[in-house]
Protein backbone atom coordinates (compact mmCIF):
# COMPACT_ATOMS: atom_id res chain seq x y z
CA UNK A 1 0.00 0.00 0.00
CA UNK A 2 1.54 3.18 -1.36
CA UNK A 3 1.47 6.22 1.77
CA UNK A 4 0.85 9.60 0.98
CA UNK A 5 1.31 13.28 2.51
CA UNK A 6 -0.98 15.56 2.65
CA UNK A 7 0.31 18.96 2.93
CA UNK A 8 -2.97 21.41 4.50
CA UNK A 9 -1.69 25.25 4.11
CA UNK A 10 -3.58 27.74 6.65
CA UNK A 11 -2.61 30.84 7.96
CA UNK A 12 -4.94 32.54 10.29
CA UNK A 13 -3.25 35.28 12.20
CA UNK A 14 -4.60 35.94 15.93
CA UNK A 15 -6.61 39.30 14.69
CA UNK A 16 -7.88 37.14 12.28
CA UNK A 17 -9.07 34.51 14.11
CA UNK A 18 -10.53 37.03 16.98
CA UNK A 19 -12.69 38.91 13.83
CA UNK A 20 -14.14 35.53 13.27
CA UNK A 21 -14.77 35.10 16.46
CA UNK A 22 -16.67 38.03 17.19
CA UNK A 23 -18.95 37.50 13.96
CA UNK A 24 -19.51 33.85 15.31
CA UNK A 25 -20.18 35.14 18.64
CA UNK A 26 -22.90 37.57 17.09
CA UNK A 27 -24.80 35.40 14.72
CA UNK A 28 -24.66 32.59 17.28
CA UNK A 29 -26.36 35.12 20.26
CA UNK A 30 -29.06 36.45 17.33
CA UNK A 31 -30.05 33.40 16.81
CA UNK A 32 -30.13 31.93 20.26
CA UNK A 33 -32.07 34.76 21.28
CA UNK A 34 -34.74 33.87 18.48
CA UNK A 35 -34.48 30.35 19.27
CA UNK A 36 -35.17 31.24 23.19
CA UNK A 37 -37.42 33.24 22.89
CA UNK A 38 -39.51 31.03 19.80
CA UNK A 39 -39.50 28.18 22.08
CA UNK A 40 -40.72 28.92 25.57
CA UNK A 41 -44.66 28.48 24.89
CA UNK A 42 -45.30 29.00 28.19
CA UNK A 43 -43.67 32.74 28.28
CA UNK A 44 -45.81 36.20 27.69
CA UNK A 45 -44.87 38.17 24.90
CA UNK A 46 -42.89 40.51 26.80
CA UNK A 47 -40.62 37.59 29.05
CA UNK A 48 -40.25 36.66 24.94
CA UNK A 49 -39.10 39.41 23.99
CA UNK A 50 -36.65 39.71 27.00
CA UNK A 51 -35.22 36.56 25.69
CA UNK A 52 -34.69 37.99 22.51
CA UNK A 53 -32.88 41.04 24.05
CA UNK A 54 -31.05 39.16 26.16
CA UNK A 55 -29.29 36.54 23.52
CA UNK A 56 -28.74 39.82 21.27
CA UNK A 57 -27.26 41.51 24.08
CA UNK A 58 -25.15 38.14 24.78
CA UNK A 59 -23.73 37.66 21.23
CA UNK A 60 -23.22 41.99 20.60
CA UNK A 61 -21.03 42.24 23.97
CA UNK A 62 -19.19 39.07 23.41
CA UNK A 63 -18.48 39.83 19.34
CA UNK A 64 -17.45 43.36 20.87
CA UNK A 65 -15.07 42.31 23.38
CA UNK A 66 -13.29 40.05 20.71
CA UNK A 67 -13.17 42.29 17.84
CA UNK A 68 -11.86 44.85 20.66
CA UNK A 69 -9.09 42.18 21.57
CA UNK A 70 -8.60 41.77 17.99
CA UNK A 71 -7.82 45.85 17.78
CA UNK A 72 -5.90 45.30 20.50
CA UNK A 73 -3.60 42.85 19.60
CA UNK A 74 -3.13 44.49 15.63
CA UNK A 75 -2.26 47.77 17.04
CA UNK A 76 0.32 46.03 19.39
CA UNK A 77 2.68 45.56 15.84
Known amino acids: M???QVHVNV???VVKLL???????????LLWGIFAA???????????FA????GLFFGVFGGAV?????EL?????
Open 2 to 4: EEK
Open 11 to 13: KFT
Open 19 to 29: NYGAIAAAVIG
Open 38 to 48: VGTDYATGTAK
Open 51 to 54: LFLQ
Open 66 to 70: LAGLG
Open 73 to 77: VSSKK
